[in-house]
């Protein structure tokens, strides 16, 4: 059997966060009551006209200057002519051969493949091309029972960026790390909220299979209902191997749209796909082109440092590992988390502060199913309990025993460590007197460490612990020891 070459095109739909709609005022919010955030103009009833979001092309711009694509002059609208239930005017306004953005290219972050991917990334640093982004209005929602249909047209009209790459992919993988590296930009960015479980990002797949050696790509086969980044992973693997055993068999592959039931996990013949000219473009008669120039002045000032930026920083700026570095700056609010404790004592080494967020914070978020969003824990008060810990006021078990009540009860560490008594002693009189107390009594230790085996200090501090009840700073009891025993 001959060795096949996958290579795979995605187009992302990805809901802008505007308040109002693409094309009128009705607002653009979800979860609202069905079938309530509607007009004339996004319903397609006659004589509605469409009147153009100023806001929604400004975050588009943006998205493309962030993915270093390219804005023509002049851009215009069109009509896309297809009819579906859930198309309230049998036509899509749309852009078609002068989109909002052109070219560029999406980064994949290492630490956006899947985890069991990430020891055997094929093409560190790739950055997949992209063909265009254009500016739509989104359809209105489908719900599918068991004998009927119900369609929600609250989502009718919401802006919508489709986000076309190259067939530049080569694996499930790389999709995979593609869809999660774009949302993080996107997120990045303040363009959209990108919640797959809310449908603000949506996904199509197109994938074809050829022979080793041949040039022209296979037939095109784009998959359908993709709803998490788990599922578009399975599927293509599924609908990958699907079309190399129907090459083997000697099968003609078609152009076609296949649905994924994950349930199944297969996929199923849904219909031969169009070409564009059974789309029967035309330019939309109720809109005039739009000059870009100004647009892209007032947005401009606006792109964000992104997250390879932000790691690249971190890795600089606070000494952080670059797997720390990637982790941190992987959610923009993770970052700002990170950020906010660092800023609050600078005698606290950012990389401590690094360690505990990765290791301890994301510990128990990821425990418990929660966000950084929702953490109890404010950044605020980290930097508070890590300078009680490196100031010496506190030791490290001590340290883990406060987060633990601080992430349970919201309390500051202030209060919890005064409560349970945790207060260390750093008196020096007082602490000396305690060495004191062991040596006299010990005399064959300190013969011990001064006959050359001065792991025996550890001894005397530990008696010094005991004797304090843990209250002690070890640092301090093992210099004050150091001083008294090795002459």
């Keep these: 059997m001959p060795n096949y070459i996958v290579t795979i095109g995605l187009e992302v739909h990805a809901q ?16 609202a009551e069905p079938n309530t955030l509607t007009c004339p103009t996004c319903l397609g009833l006659p004589g509605a006209l469409p009147v153009l979001n100023r806001l929604a092309i400004e975050k588009t711009i943006l998205t493309g200057i962030m993915l270093n694509c390219t804005t023509p002059p002049v851009v215009k609208w069109d009509r896309k002519n297809y009819f579906y239930p859930d198309m309230p005017k049998n036509y899509q306004i749309t852009q078609f051969d002068l989109p909002l953005c052109l070219g560029g290219g999406v980064p994949l972050y290492d630490l956006a493949y899947p985890k069991d991917a990430q020891k055997s990334i094929a093409n560190p640093g790739k950055v ?8 739509e209005e989104d359809v209105a929602k489908s719900t599918h029972h068991e004998r009927f249909t119900t369609i929600d047209f609250n989502r009718a009209g919401t802006p919508l960026m489709e986000i076309v790459s190259e067939p530049d992919i080569d694996s499930a993988e790389e999709a995979f790390a593609y869809l999660t590296s774009l949302r993080q930009i996107l997120i990045y960015g303040g363009v959209s909220d990108a919640d797959m479980e809310k449908g603000q990002l949506r996904c199509d797949v197109n994938i074809s299979v050829r022979p080793e050696g041949q040039k022209e790509l296979g037939a095109k086969i784009e998959l359908k209902n ?15 191997q699907r079309q190399i055993d129907c090459l083997n068999r000697g099968e003609k592959l078609i152009q076609s749209t296949r ?8 996929t199923a013949l849904m219909r031969t796909k169009e070409d564009a000219h ?3 473009y035309l330019p939309d008669p109720d809109l005039l082109p739009v000059n870009t120039a100004d647009l892209i002045e007032k947005v401009r000032p606006q792109v964000p440092e992104l997250p390879h930026q932000k790691r690249d920083r971190f890795e600089r700026d606070f000494g952080c590992s670059p797997y720390d570095a990637g982790v941190l700056a992987s959610e923009k609010a993770l970052a700002e988390y990170f950020e906010k404790a660092v800023g609050a004592d600078p005698k606290v080494p950012a990389k401590k502060v690094a360690n505990w967020v990765i290791n301890d914070l994301l510990g128990v978020l990821n425990e418990g199913s929660l966000s950084i969003e929702d953490c109890p824990v404010k950044p605020e008060s980290l930097s508070a309990l890590l300078t009680a810990l490196e100031s010496g006021k506190i030791s490290g078990n001590q340290a883990k025993e406060v987060f633990s009540e601080m992430f349970s009860t919201g309390t500051e560490p202030a209060a919890i460590i005064k409560a349970k008594g945790f207060e260390q002693v750093s008196d020096t009189g007082a602490l000396e007197a305690m060495v004191d107390q062991i040596i006299a009594s010990a005399p064959d230790k300190v013969a011990e460490v001064r006959g050359g085996n001065e792991k025996a200090l550890n001894w005397f501090t530990g008696q010094v612990m005991k004797l304090s ?4 700073n070890p640092k301090i009891v093992t210099e004050i020891v150091k001083a008294k025993v090795i002459v």
């Design 128 to 135: 997949v091309k992209l063909t265009r982004i254009h500016l």
């Design 16 to 31: 802008l966060n505007t308040r109002s709609k693409m094309f009128c005022a009705c607002a653009a919010e979800y979860g």
């Design 259 to 266: 649905r994924w039931d994950d349930d199944l996990g297969e």
């Design 278 to 280: 059974d789309y029967r």
């Design 469 to 472: 009840q843990g209250k002690a």
């Design 226 to 240: 993709l709803n998490s980044m788990s599922a578009i992973r399975r599927a293509i693997k599924s609908e990958t």
